[in-house]
């Protein structure tokens, strides 16, 4: 009949999704496009956010080729895990952060689950807090944040807010200004903080000035993002102290921790979320609540990382074996940083760069302005994101010379 | 508001005394609103199931296959392919935000056809997804969030338990068509084609495209092309969950007939797959999302939002099971003994529904038992009323659902007799 001709027609070029925009390119992959379409021999991709060896290759530690090795071996099945993940995973997981005698942990008043990684903890986070956090739909980011925070939290239904962090002017730490700012955050709101290794900048407080952050007397509800733990310092109860002094100067806090870097185990997405709460009654309820959100985004967590995970953190030679691999990382991170500067006095450059050197973890705020990163990019094929920010680990003994001899030239 | 009011009055206390402060906020609580959540009914199945001490008690809750020992199964052509890929000591670099490509390709031919006309045009993007439901619940937030015709989602009446907070938590609304029919214990066609001839336009109509779970109830080839046509006459969006592709007939391209069905009537699908049963893959968390476009320009731009989605819940996918399904479907060799491997634990079902329903004739049931045979996949929809389903539990330790359903996994041939006997004795 004409009429289902009609209909057939219409329904043949109908389309659901034709008011479906093309979204804005994504930045960091914009940098890798751009590189891997270069031909200069001497390229550099400092976009990169993963750890790369003094090769420029990624970097699979022993510890976790072992642990693989292990449990090959066991032949063990793939049935489900828990919504919540692998039980001994989330011990392990939380021991690593708080430390193994912490009070939390034998009170048993934390409730940890394993999630995908590091962004699916802070989501899984930014949803219980919309779902349960009555008091404020306000998370206060550091200004600038890693630039994943604001989705996941916009996403799941809250508001973005920031305090002053950054210093241009010393690319430092604003304490005054994260100070006053936070001082004037209304009660109750959440406030995330980034545990160690801050990302993009790598400034990090000082504990003194961890101190007085804790103290401010806000009531304000703590979120601590900790993905580098290890990574920063090399010593994973050094990169945890602030995480755990807050929980001793009474923070009932929430946390996330990834194992993406300081494990190497990225694309395996292991990851924890913890809420530390009044008493383990209250975390049992916590937990119940965190299973039904959880149960319909993915109804469990993968396997394969969190047991990887599980048997470094939990077989004694690997835990050893892994600290000392974590600790070669970051060693490197910090041996690049000082060959950076000293290359740039080499090079003759009469700038303070000392703050290459105090920075900490995978990423380094040169204080390069866009033009200065247009330039890098286009004269040496040095590329990195606008807002001057490097990854470390880019670097190699084989190109930090090349690198100093472009950041001089376009800075002079 | 008292919370709020008793803090104001703890930070003043704080002001007064800094130890006071301190105390107080060691001992006040963020969550003390935050109430204790219901017990998830088949969580609680398993765990009565593992206090009893019944030797011959059975777990019919069971969502996963069991060999007929009832133990897990890990099928032959999956540790092969670990071995090849430990083999090859590849790294651990972050997979795209869409997954692993050579993946997400198998995984849409695996589904459509490899000769299918969408995947030459490009027209489809298919996204890797944690399992099937990260694939649902990504569909439920693409259409939240671009999906402007309806907030309405239909529900086949009964869907699994998961659906509902899945659509709900993304912000769609829930609806329902009828689908079993309590009276033949199959499925309830006019009813359904009643129901959806009415729902209005541009709703999204979820169905499940073989092994319907619970039921177990499928419709026909005629049946499933009259829902087209209605559908199509109504303009619905829809959503395929197949879950359950080759474990169903242990044919895979006849358990994805309803899919590519639909799509040459030139419905613009959206489509979640597991390889959880299929594969055995469960904890892997191994699936993907498809949605079939009008043309390849419009699959760039949803990809583009798809990914936009996705980075702020986890970023990208976790690896090692879509490398596990990947080398099974790209190795010739794997993929045949796959093959054999899932067409083994479908007929293994359907042999435990032969012998079940042969037990019950032989223990002197004169009820028909047609439909245990009829009914397909994991599960099976007795008939059960809770009062039987209780007797069964209490006097001769078998567990299962309170509406009924019993997972064929949980069914070997050494203990099938014994859950005749029992169903008997609890419907005669």
Redesign the interface.
């Known amino acids: 009949s004409f009429h289902s001709l009609t ?2 027609f219409v ?13 804005p390119p ?1 930045p960091i992959l914009g940098v890798t496009e751009a590189f891997k379409r270069d031909t200069n021999p001497k390229k550099m991709n400092l976009g990169v956010g ?1 750890y790369r060896d003094d090769k420029g290759k ?1 970097f ?1 530690l022993s510890c ?2 072992k642990a ?1 090795a292990l449990i ?1 071996a066991k ?1 063990l ?5 828990p919504i919540g993940g692998l039980g001994d995973f989330t011990k392990a997981c939380a021991q690593l952060a708080l430390g193994a005698n912490n009070e939390v942990l034998s009170s048993g008043r934390n409730i940890t689950v394993q999630t ?2 590091g ?2 903890s802070l ?1 899984i986070g930014a949803n219980f807090l919309s779902r ?4 404020s739909r306000d998370v206060y980011l550091p200004k600038p944040s890693w630039g ?1 925070h604001t ?2 939290f ?2 799941a239904g809250m508001q973005l807010k920031a305090y002053r962090y950054y210093d241009p002017s010393t690319c430092g730490f604003d304490f005054r200004g994260a100070l006053e700012d936070i001082s004037k955050i209304p ?2 709101s959440v406030i995330l903080l980034h545990a160690c290794a801050h990302n993009p900048t790598g400034v990090d407080p000082k504990q003194e000035q961890w101190k007085e952050i804790s103290d401010i ?1 806000r ?1 304000l ?1 703590v979120f601590f993002d900790m993905a580098y733990q290890g990574f920063a310092s090399g010593d994973i109860d050094r990169d945890a102290w602030a995480v755990r002094y807050f929980i001793e ?4 806090i929430l946390l996330s921790q990834s194992f ?1 870097k300081n494990m ?6 292991v990851g924890g979320f913890t ?1 530390v ?2 008493d383990i009654e ?1 975390s ?3 937990e ?2 965190l ?3 959880i ?11 969190a047991r990887i995970a599980t048997t470094i953190l939990n077989t004694p030679e690997l835990r050893l074996l892994w600290l000392e691999e974590v600790h070669g990382m970051a060693n490197r991170i910090i041996k690049m940083r000082e060959q950076l500067v000293a290359g740039l006095k080499k090079s003759g450059s009469s700038h303070n760069w000392q703050h290459v050197i105090d920075q900490i973890g995978m990423f380094c705020f040169t204080g390069l302005k866009p033009e200065q990163v247009e330039r890098l990019t286009k004269e040496f094929s040095v590329y990195m994101t606008k807002d001057g920010r490097i990854s470390m680990a880019g670097i190699s003994s084989g190109n930090v010379g090349y690198l100093a001899e472009g950041i001089h030239a376009v800075t002079k």
């Not at 349960?132 to 008091?135: A, E, I, K, V």
Request: hydrophobic fraction near 30%; charged fraction near 25%; aromatic fraction near 10%.
């Open positions: 209909s057939n329904f043949f070029i109908f389309s659901w999704w034709g008011g479906v925009q093309m979204g994504d993963a990624p699979v976790v080729r693989e090959a032949q099945d793939k049935e489900y895990l995908i990684s962004t699916g989501r349960f956090h009555g008091g994943n989705p996941i916009r996403d009660e109750q007397k009531n509800l100067q009474g923070h009932n993406a190497g185990l990225y694309g395996e997405r809420v709460c009044k209250e049992k309820r916590v119940s609540q299973k039904i959100l149960r319909p985004i993915y109804s469990n967590p993968p396997m394969n990382g």
